[in-house]
């Protein structure tokens, strides 16, 4: 089975696009083949759809939400319409809504409006410790505060969240002052990825920071391993009322790829 694809690396989180109408069953066996490739260096897949009214609406590996394919999204499809800059609205998995885009082709970044968060819990984990699990439709994030830590405690972290937010998928945001490691695991597809950079983790990470403040806007910006995230919480009388993040974007030409067709059955 041959499909194309287009790469696109938004802030080092590389995103695989897949631009061929395939069946959704399909979705999670191309999805583990194309992240296995050592040549692409896939961190997520999504799959763009031709919608029946027109225009496209990009679905993720595993149903999921992400802020980094879905910003990437927006600024393909402004690079496809051969634009400079365009504020557009992207149909993507995970958010009830249509998210606007702002893309800059010249600059190179692309900015989206993110779903506000559900909530906030805390997560109380079997060693008694107790982060902040920031909610989001699609996917939860586990703020950690300091270093990374190894791998045993991201399994024992993600079993209690699973429980706590049955969502599909899960991140795990090590924090520390400015600096963001973001490790993300998806049902679907039954990965967990050592991200680059992570945008949904970049705003439950900014929703966590500005938990205390009332009113007013407040940015951050998250160095991780890819690069930087800029991440903004605006809020009211201590709700939060908008949430934008942004940060550089880079997209590959398209190109033609075989598949085996043994691994879809």
Not at 6 to 33: C, H, L, M, S, W
Not at 145 to 163: C, M, N, Q, S, Y
Not at 189 to 201: F, K, N, P, V, Y
Request: charged share 30%.
């Amino acid at each position: 089975m041959r499909i194309k694809v287009r790469v696109a690396d938004p802030a080092g989180n590389i995103t695989i696009f897949v631009t061929t109408p395939v069946e959704r069953e399909k979705y999670p066996f191309i999805a583990r083949q194309l992240l296995a490739r050592e040549d692409l260096k896939g961190e997520q897949v999504g799959f763009i759809e031709r919608k029946a009214r027109g225009g496209f609406r990009m679905e993720m590996m595993g149903g999921e939400f992400c802020g980094n394919a879905s910003r990437s999204f927006g600024y393909l499809q402004c690079q496809q319409a051969g634009k400079e800059r365009q504020e557009l609205e992207v149909d993507v998995s995970g958010s009830r809504s249509l998210l606007k885009v702002t893309a800059d082709i010249k600059a190179g970044t692309s900015r989206i409006d993110m779903p506000l968060p559900k909530g906030m819990e805390l997560l109380k984990t079997d060693g008694e410790e107790r982060f902040c699990m920031v909610v989001f439709d699609g996917i939860c994030h586990m703020i950690v505060p300091g270093e990374p830590r190894d791998t045993k405690f991201v399994e024992t972290v993600l079993k209690k969240a699973r429980k706590a937010c049955p969502c599909g998928a899960w991140g795990i945001m090590f924090l520390e002052e400015d600096r963001m490691i973001p490790a993300v695991y998806v049902e679907n597809t039954d990965s967990l990825i050592w991200e680059s950079s992570c945008a949904s983790g970049s705003m439950a990470a900014a929703v966590y920071l500005s938990r205390e403040e009332k009113n007013g806007i407040f940015i951050y910006t998250l160095r991780q391993p890819g690069g930087e995230i800029r991440a903004e919480v605006r809020k009211k009388e201590g709700k939060i009322i908008q949430c934008t993040l942004g940060g550089p974007v880079k997209i590959s030409e398209e190109m033609e790829i075989e598949l085996e067709n043994t691994r879809f059955t």
